[in-house]
């Protein structure tokens, strides 16, 4: 069995923790977090506190608390000699403590609270400061994911920029689309299956050979049709995402 | 059975056909392309020909082709007081013929040439003239799908607009998460399972209600050690998507 002392109380911690009670190779023996409120779901299924010091002895101290935090927790702990790690897509391993072996154990994906995964097929990105480190977090990941990668920090770096990309930047867009259809007296769910099938599409397919659309093709006349009926922020993204896809087949040529 | 001939050779087209073909109340009477070889995979299974001038008597032509060649094709078709249709999101119904009943039939949704689609849960976008055109759409588009919609021309610009921004526009931001990824040598498949989340995630829930990201906490930190390792190109999109996720939610608070 893998002892495991969670750290957090995000919608990370909300995953793993339901994932790991159900884990047959895994106890989760404890969850600290400063707030017990946001962890008073776990109450009769682990131990839960909101003191660092009273931490229980375990194999894998997990921190997932956000950047700005990480550190801080860190220099509160008093685990020597033990794997502590965090899941943090853009900070080095090396804000961990000194006395440890260290370690990192990031999810590329989007969690909300209240709704649950399927974590088996979810990556896991880990990295470790010792072989030993990298030995227990496979062992441990195994458990819950069969997509492990091991991650450099800078490769780390990356997919953490492109989920940005391919997250955060996605849903702004999906946002405007929303409202470009709300200003139109238009419902958006007209859009879902678009939606779905353009993500779809790119497990298999390369998305610069898919492109389509007005700016794809050169199409001035719909270009301007719909700069026509888009409010002052949507003619700024369009104009520029527009000039941005005509910028990269420009250079195909 | 509805008579349909369809005009054009694109993957609405296949699409299409592939569906009428096996749909019990249509008869799939014609297809007509300029290119032959384009619609050489419907040899067998219903009639096909170059040549607008050998047109069969029908209830429904459908004009699938692309926004610039519908004038043409309207112009030569000779099909009094039949309906006649396009298929596009952004051309007003007036573009065809006067003595015919006009409508559209507008799919907002990607297609691939090989690959097939469930039609029946994609929507379908109807407008027509006269009331005998609305009643005839509708009884066809209810033999192919379940989610019919009728849009006026000013609806289905801005649905046309709002869906260069989820598929276009998303399309191109995947493109550039994917090249993020290989720059920083990291397979951009660790990321499929994020992008499809996140266009589940919008199918119940507000994007502008579950935003998250470095943009949207502000976190200066993060964004700066993201331009760090960008491209000149990406980091002009970053940095255009960064502020505009960060104007959208000042106007919040």
């Not at 399927?118 to 994911?145: M, R, W």
């Amino acid at each position: 069995m893998i002892r495991v002392v969670l750290i957090g109380g995000g919608n990370l911690v909300y995953q793993l923790s339901y994932n790991l009670l159900k884990n047959s190779e895994v106890d989760l023996i404890q969850v600290i977090n400063r707030s017990l409120d946001s962890i008073r779901y776990l109450e009769n299924k682990t131990e839960i506190t909101n003191k660092l010091s009273d931490i229980q002895d375990a194999d894998i101290y997990m921190i997932a608390v956000s950047d700005n935090a990480i550190a801080d927790v860190a220099e509160k702990l008093n685990v020597t000699g033990k794997l502590v790690v965090h899941t943090s897509g853009a900070i080095p391993l090396e804000i961990l403590p000194e006395n440890c072996m260290n370690g990192v154990f990031y999810l590329p994906q989007t969690f909300s609270k209240g709704k649950k995964l399927d974590l088996s097929v979810i990556p896991i990105c880990i990295e470790a400061s010792s072989p030993e480190g990298y030995q227990l977090l496979h062992k441990f990941a195994n458990t819950i994911s069969n997509n492990i990668y091991e991650l450099d920090y800078k490769q780390r770096c990356h997919l953490h920029a492109a989920a940005v990309f391919a997250n955060n930047f996605v849903n702004h867009i999906y946002h405007h689309s929303k409202e470009i259809c709300e200003n139109g007296n238009v419902d958006f769910e007209i859009l879902h299956p678009l939606i779905q099938e353009t993500a779809k599409k790119i497990v298999g397919l390369n998305p610069i050979e898919i492109q389509t659309g007005p700016a794809r093709r050169n199409d001035i006349i719909t270009l301007e049709k719909h700069k026509k009926i888009l409010g002052k922020d949507q003619i700024e993204l369009y104009t520029f995402l527009t000039k941005s896809i005509m910028k990269t087949y420009e250079k195909k040529l």
